[in-house]
């Protein structure tokens, strides 16, 4: 499991409560929690790992799978340079805080290419972030629908434009600078620039199309599918182009690495919710490491060891967004 964060930078007070049971999965995860005057975090160090650096000005937390081509030096760097390099000097899926306390601004991003998926929402002069979207849902905030982004996800299987299906929640596109007066600033990342298509509908069409037709051939090859089944975009997306009568004939495999267990892995924790709900047959599978070398020897044998395709995909996000590639 990857390791995750929800924070809340601002002086109002909120009650979190709820929050923080949804993020613990109900206890089932054990919660850290750590404050730097008035930036508050919750986390859980998964596989990922978490990675804190700190000094008399900056506090710069990392959530996920991070690594740098250099030596990153905070002395002497106002918060948008160091923002930059940040970027520019790591490698890997990531999310990050730095938190200037000078001057008491934040900045929150994910890495690069925004793989690693932040969600923010704004309450009063508050912002609140988390890389899943349930703990930004509580008693006080809106929970209405954005009916827009819910016909998007319905037609496509993903979201679109940072939207989620909460109109008051959304999908981190771009960095945010935030103060502590509630001042919010997006920033562009480095050497980056965004794709645009002219006819954006009409591409998405063709591409539901294309996985349409992709998952119904699948299906009708193998008499059994063997099918992955987690809370990702990618499992979620297959069951919602399969009918109840390929549904019933697959069996479905979710996976789970040490030290993580049944108990304590989201990705078991979900399939089995949507496993009860759709009767579906499920089994949970331990996977254990290779120690041989990563070489064409070990791939050829991993390919012939295979005896059942896997219809699978990566990872693709949270529940209710995605990140298109």
């Not at 890997?92 to 929150?108: A, E, H, P, R």
């Not at 309450?123 to 349930?134: H, R």
Request: aromatic share 16%; charged share 20%.
């Amino acid at each position: 499991m990857k390791s995750l964060l929800f924070g809340v930078y601002g002086k109002g007070e909120i009650n979190l409560t709820c929050n923080i049971e949804n993020f613990s999965i109900n206890d089932k995860r054990k919660i850290n929690f750590l404050q730097v005057k008035y930036l508050k975090l919750y986390y859980y160090n998964g596989v990922t790992g978490i990675k804190i650096l700190e000094d008399e000005r900056y506090f710069l937390f990392f959530s996920g799978d991070i690594s740098f081509t250099s030596e990153l030096s905070l002395q002497g760097r106002e918060i948008e340079n160091l923002f930059k390099d940040i970027l520019l000097l790591s490698s890997g899926n990531f999310s990050f805080i730095i938190y200037d306390k000078l001057t008491d601004k934040i900045v929150i991003s994910n890495d690069l290419f925004g793989l690693y998926p932040l969600f923010y929402c704004r309450y009063n002069n508050s912002i609140l972030f988390s890389n899943e979207y349930q703990p930004l849902l509580f008693a006080n905030t809106k929970k209405d629908f954005n009916i827009k982004a819910i016909n998007h996800y319905f037609k496509y299987g993903f979201t679109l434009m940072g939207e989620t299906l909460f109109k008051s929640v959304y999908l981190l596109q771009r960095p945010i600078l935030f103060d502590i007066k509630g001042k919010i600033r997006f920033m562009n990342k480095p050497n980056f620039k965004t794709l645009n298509f002219p006819e954006y509908d009409n591409w998405l069409d063709e591409l539901n199309n294309s996985l349409n037709q992709a998952v119904d051939r699948f299906f009708q090859i193998h008499k059994t599918p063997l099918v992955t089944l987690t809370g990702g975009l990618d499992s979620r997306l297959v069951l919602a182009m399969t009918n109840a009568e390929d549904r019933q004939k697959s069996q479905y495999i979710t996976l789970f690495l040490p030290p993580l267990n049944e108990k304590n892995d989201k990705d078991v924790l979900i399939a089995k919710i949507i496993a009860k709900e759709l009767n579906l047959n499920l089994t949970i599978v331990e996977f254990k490491e290779k120690t041989e070398p990563l070489n064409i020897n070990f791939f050829n044998a991993m390919r012939l060891s295979i005896e059942t395709p896997i219809f699978t995909g990566q990872y693709g996000g949270e529940l209710f967004n995605a990140t298109l590639f």
